[in-house]
């Protein structure tokens, strides 16, 4: 549904990275881990955004990320919005604003490319990544959720 210009070979993951909900509605993929001073030069977020980042002592981690609505019956939304990460300490992050954010509204079968980021403490590690969709099925929240055996996998 909607793109993202291709990024260098280096920022591409060798396996990009798919998780989905518990009912395998929405698949989400990570495509790309980039550090926020190369998402800059890839020209994926501001550079004054990382700059004012680093002095609240905090790193910037941009993720390229594709969601697919592998079965939901209906239209829905993708925004960037919806993605959390979470630390190894516990502390939550809101998605950060980069210039290709995810957005779209797919159909089954359809999906949309983009990119998150967060801002998140200089010496913490990301923990888990969670995409809130707004969704139910069967009563249940759709909401996917990647907690790596590896979390170095979210780290640039």
């Known amino acids: 549904v909607s793109g993202s210009a291709e990024q260098p070979s280096s920022a591409q993951l060798a396996r990009p990275i798919v998780f989905s909900d518990q009912h395998r509605v929405i698949e989400v993929t990570i495509l790309s881990v980039v550090n926020g001073k190369d998402a ?14 680093a002095k609240r002592g905090k790193k910037v981690i941009y993720y390229e990320v594709m969601v697919k609505n592998v079965r939901y019956p209906k239209e829905f939304n993708v925004v960037a919005n919806y993605f959390k990460l979470e630390d ?9 604003q980069t210039k290709d954010w995810i957005t779209g509204r797919i159909n089954m079968g359809e999906t949309t ?10 010496d913490s590690k990301p923990r888990r990544l969670i995409y809130r969709t707004g969704l139910q099925s069967g009563g249940i929240p759709l909401e996917a959720t990647l907690i790596p055996l590896d979390p170095t996998v979210l780290l640039p």
Request: proline share 0%; net charge negative; with cysteine.
């Open 40 to 53: 800059v030069t890839f020209e994926r977020l501001h550079k004054l955004n990382v700059e004012d980042q």
């Open 88 to 96: 190894d300490t516990g502390n939550t992050y809101q998605c950060e």
């Open 113 to 122: 490319r983009g990119g998150i980021s967060f801002a998140i403490y200089q």
